[in-house]
Structure formats: structure tokens, C-alpha cells
């Protein structure tokens, strides 16, 4: 595994451009070492002004300067993008794909058969260094591409290894999620101004409170319903909250968006 890393980027949207400053961040990549295309020219910029790295108006020119290349276009463009570049892919490439619900076996066809292809989905706090990524590797990859997946994903935040058939729902909880989470802060803060707090108060203590929690689920090892126990004293105030928020069906509405998303990257790769 070379000691240097040069990574290429099909893709300078949003992702990309998150995934590649946590990198450089992580101080796993220099920023020179960079090099993304999109023919969006704001996306170019973007991803230049963000991360410090180079940018392109041409896919093949990225894999012709690049073994490493991490595909993050839309999984609609996916399959132009790759046959567009498959003339100048060789043994020595490795594809990290994070196009949503777009199966190994379809990507491996779309470059020749047996490319290197590691699936990973990743997802956007990789932008403060927080990401949870799972990624599989494909039936051609190498033991050293996951050990590079490992390399490249842990350095912006979680990264584990899990079976390709359970990509999808990976897609729904993580790669999804930080919406989710979003949205639930928003309405913290909403019901925090409701109650009287200003803005802007009432937006960083819910930031921070769903931060707080979130650490203490991962360092506690505790179940979360254990640390919601500890908070919910007898007849008290957060118990009287979190019944308004049972007769909403807040579980049952959470755990919907997930399968929903789930099933809706299942059929992104079909």
C-alpha cells in the first residue's frame, strides 16, 4: 500500500466534496494529491474553494492520473460515467463506489468483468470527521483494497466492514440518517423557541444536546433506552415529552423513513 495516497473523484458534488476535505482533514490526503471531475462548472469551483484539491472537466483524465478512484456521481449517471472511462481501466485501479443502491455485480460488468470495486456508503458529517461508513468488497477486490477502505474511511470517522446485502438498509439508517437527525434538531430548536428561547440559543443547545446523547450511547456501551430511562425520572417532565411524542408515533415514523429509504436505494439498482 503506498505510503502516498492520490485519490481521484468521479463527481464533485456535495458528498465528494465532504468525503475529500475530511480526508485532507484527517491529514490522510494533501490537497495537491486531490483531483475531481464534474462538468458542472459550480461544482468544480466548490470543490476547489472546499477542499484545496484539483478539479477536471474530464472523467478519463481523472483515471488516467489516478489509481484510486471513488465513483460519487448520482446512481443514475453512474453506469455513462463508467463506461466512459472503462477503456483506461486497468488491474491496478481500485473503484470505491458510493453510488447509492448500485450492486458490485452490475459495477464489475459496467468495467469489464472483474474490476476491483469496493461498495462503501459513507455518509456527510465525514465533513467534521464523523462519518459512519460500512463498505463490502467486491469479488475481484483485494485483501488490500478493504484494508485501504478501512484506511481511507476510518480517517474521517467510523468505518466497518458488512455483507453487500445489507447495503441498502445501511443506505436507509447512515447514509440517510444525518437528514433525519437535522430535521430533529431543527424541531428541537422550533420547540425551544416555542417555549420562549431565542433562535439562536435554542438551535446550539439542541445541536449539542443530540451530540451529548449520541456520545454517550457510543462510550457508555448502554442501550439507548437505558440512557432514556436515566433521564426519565417518575412523573416528571421528560416522561410527560416523550408520551407526546409515543402518541405521534415518533418510533414507528423513524423506523418508516428508514425502510423507506432502504427500499427506495434497493431500487436505484435495478
Excluded at 69 to 79: D, H, R, S
Excluded at 85 to 107: C, D, Q, T
Excluded at 161 to 185: H, K, Q, W
Excluded at 253 to 260: F, G, L, N, Q
Aim: charged letters at 20%.
Amino acid at each position: 500500500m503506498p505510503a502516498k495516497l492520490r485519490v481521484g473523484f468521479l463527481g464533485a458534488g456535495k458528498m465528494a466534496t465532504a468525503l475529500a476535505r475530511g480526508l485532507v482533514r484527517g491529514g490522510l490526503i494533501e490537497a495537491g494529491d486531490l483531483l475531481a471531475s464534474d462538468t458542472v462548472p459550480a461544482a468544480r469551483e466548490s470543490f476547489t474553494r472546499e477542499t484545496g484539491g484539483k478539479t477536471t472537466a474530464s472523467n478519463m483524465e481523472v483515471v488516467e492520473s489516478c489509481r484510486i478512484i471513488v465513483l460519487a456521481v448520482k446512481p443514475a449517471q453512474a453506469a455513462g460515467v463508467l463506461e466512459e472511462v472503462r477503456s483506461a481501466w486497468s488491474g491496478e485501479h481500485v473503484l470505491f463506489s458510493i453510488a447509492a443502491g448500485i450492486p458490485l455485480a452490475k459495477l464489475e460488468g459496467l468495467l469489464g468483468g472483474k474490476a476491483r470495486i469496493v461498495r462503501v456508503m459513507p455518509n456527510t458529517p465525514a465533513l467534521a470527521g464523523c462519518s459512519a461508513t460500512a463498505y463490502a468488497p467486491g469479488e475481484f477486490a483485494l485483501a488490500e483494497d478493504s484494508k485501504l477502505a478501512e484506511r481511507l474511511f476510518s480517517s474521517v470517522g467510523l468505518a466497518v466492514p458488512v455483507r453487500e446485502n445489507l447495503m441498502d438498509a445501511v443506505t436507509g439508517l447512515s447514509g440517510s440518517g444525518p437528514a433525519y437527525v437535522c430535521l430533529f434538531i431543527e424541531a428541537l430548536s422550533d420547540g425551544g423557541v416555542a417555549a420562549g428561547l431565542p433562535r439562536d440559543l435554542a438551535t446550539r443547545l439542541a445541536a449539542q444536546t443530540v451530540m451529548g446523547a449520541a456520545r454517550m450511547v457510543l462510550e457508555t456501551g448502554l442501550h439507548p433506552g437505558e440512557l432514556k430511562d436515566m433521564v426519565a425520572s417518575p412523573g416528571g417532565t421528560t416522561i410527560e415529552g416523550i408520551h407526546k411524542l409515543e402518541t405521534g408515533s415518533f418510533r414507528a415514523t423513524v423506523m418508516d423513513a428508514v425502510r423507506a429509504a432502504a427500499e427506495k436505494s434497493k431500487r436505484l439498482g435495478q
